[in-house]
């Protein structure tokens, strides 16, 4: 457990000049909208591809300079207003003792997934973050100094139900059935496994902000995989317990950090995840900014969500698609961002001209107000 003297982070921290991205989490007005893309520190980048060069992922994220290295590089080329620490959502089911590997051309691939209840005995269910994450955490306060108080620094995690299907699959899957099988086969097992990611999240997440993260983010990415009668019942209570528990133990000792939560394709839990506690609610590209607006009733700000696809438009294009993106969302209680991850081949230049296009149409459009 983490007391709350720990929660106080290092306190020479270079000042922090754009706090635009903070600004807006909380719904309070800014110059222009921020921006920041989910992936930014990715295989897009050349140098990222140079830097990853003939070493293994986890040994990677294991590093903390490595991981610092990769969080600025996205920084020296584009004006974004918020970088996202380097690491993997998998880090917490290795620090609860699976064996998770980056296999070239395959992806994360556990060697010995879950099969059955029984299995849950394998997994460490109290964890010592310090011990088993501190390598995260350690990254998180190198990049906090190194980043010169830029923008602000988001830390993260996987959300239960998503890391659960991964340690059930085995790796990712078109169906995630293996896991699904679980969630109507052995529904109370299913819920110690969420409720022990929970209490695991809780404290990485705490260790985080003690380390340095001004903003937390929390990826649902496989929510979409659920229909809305599990959803309310395996993701939802977690994604409230998570953020209300971080949220608690923060006002003890006087912090307030914006959560952001990100349950991709998950539609019909829209009007709930604007009413869990988080400051902001990322959304993927099948949601039309305005219909977004009206559900979540102005209770919370919202981050997204262009089609990462646009990105192989021409430049103009890009610009277009943006201004109607801004159009529809508003420029108050808005983070630009794509609706998903940016994939390898895209051109950096793209990324280069979607971060100028928010910039520019946004500050046109508060002008104008
Ligand atoms: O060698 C490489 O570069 C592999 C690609 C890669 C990268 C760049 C992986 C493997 N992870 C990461 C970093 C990463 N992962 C970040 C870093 C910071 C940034 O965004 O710039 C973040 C936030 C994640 C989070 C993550 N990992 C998610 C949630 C977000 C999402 O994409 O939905 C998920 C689902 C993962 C699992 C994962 N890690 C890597 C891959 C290829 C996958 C997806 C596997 C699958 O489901 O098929």
């Known amino acids: 457990m983490l007391d709350n003297r720990s929660l106080v982070p290092p306190k020479d921290f270079p000042q922090l000049q754009n706090d635009t991205f903070l600004r807006a989490a909380r719904g309070e007005e800014t110059e222009h909208v921020p921006v920041w893309c989910m992936r930014q520190a990715g295989r897009y980048l050349p140098e990222f591809r140079e830097s990853r060069a003939g070493k293994d992922f986890f040994d990677?994220?294991?590093?903390?300079?490595?991981?610092?290295?990769?969080?600025?590089?996205?920084l020296r080329r584009f004006?974004?207003?918020?970088?996202?620490?380097?690491?993997?959502?998998?880090?917490?089911?290795?620090?609860?003792?699976?064996?998770?590997?980056?296999?070239?051309?395959?992806?994360?691939?556990?060697?010995?997934?879950?099969?059955?209840?029984?299995?849950?005995?394998?997994?460490?269910?109290?964890?010592?973050?310090?011990?088993?994450?501190?390598?995260?955490?350690?990254?998180?306060?190198?990049?906090?100094?190194?980043?010169?108080?830029?923008?602000?620094?988001?830390?993260?995690?996987?959300?239960?139900?998503?890391?659960?299907?991964?340690?059930?699959?085995?790796?990712?899957?078109?169906?995630?059935?293996?896991?699904?099988?679980w969630l109507y086969r052995h529904p109370e097992a299913s819920h110690m496994l969420l409720r022990m990611l929970t209490d695991v999240i809780v404290e990485y997440l705490l260790g985080q902000v003690a380390a340095g993260a001004q903003a937390l983010q929390v990826f649902e990415s496989h929510a979409g995989i659920l229909g809305p009668v599990e959803f309310q019942e395996f993701s939802l209570p977690y994604l409230r317990d998570i953020a209300r528990c971080v949220k608690e133990k923060l006002k003890d000792a006087g912090k307030d950090i914006p959560m952001i939560v990100f349950a991709k394709d998950a539609h019909y839990g829209l009007e709930d995840?604007?009413?869990?506690?988080?400051?902001?609610?990322?959304?993927?590209?099948?949601?039309d900014p305005r219909s977004a607006r009206e559900r979540t009733g102005g209770k919370v700000s919202l981050q997204g969500n262009m089609d990462p696809c646009a990105f192989y438009a021409p430049k103009e294009r890009i610009s277009d698609i943006v201004k109607k993106m801004l159009?529809?969302?508003?420029?108050?209680?808005?983070?630009?961002?794509?609706?998903?991850?940016?994939?390898?081949?895209m051109d950096p230049e793209s990324v280069g001209a979607f971060v100028e296009a928010v910039h520019q149409h946004?500050?046109?459009?508060?002008?104008?107000k």
């Open 79 to 181: 004006p974004f207003d918020a970088a996202i620490i380097f690491s993997d959502i998998l880090v917490i089911p290795q620090a609860m003792g699976m064996d998770v590997q980056m296999v070239a051309g395959k992806g994360p691939t556990f060697p010995d997934p879950l099969k059955e209840p029984e299995d849950l005995q394998r997994l460490q269910a109290k964890v010592d973050v310090d011990k088993e994450l501190g390598y995260v955490f350690k990254a998180i306060t190198l990049t906090r100094h190194k980043i010169e108080g830029k923008v602000p620094l988001i830390g993260f995690t996987g959300a239960p139900w998503t890391l659960m299907s991964y340690m059930i699959e085995g790796g990712g899957s078109r169906t995630f059935s293996k896991a699904k099988r």
């Open 362 to 368: 946004s500050k046109q459009m508060i002008k104008q």
């Open 60 to 74: 990677t994220c294991r590093s903390p300079e490595a991981c610092c290295e990769l969080t600025l590089q996205p």
């Open 327 to 345: 159009e529809g969302f508003g420029t108050r209680g808005y983070i630009a961002n794509l609706g998903h991850g940016l994939y390898p081949d």
């Open 273 to 287: 995840l604007s009413q869990s506690h988080y400051e902001v609610v990322g959304l993927d590209w099948t949601i």
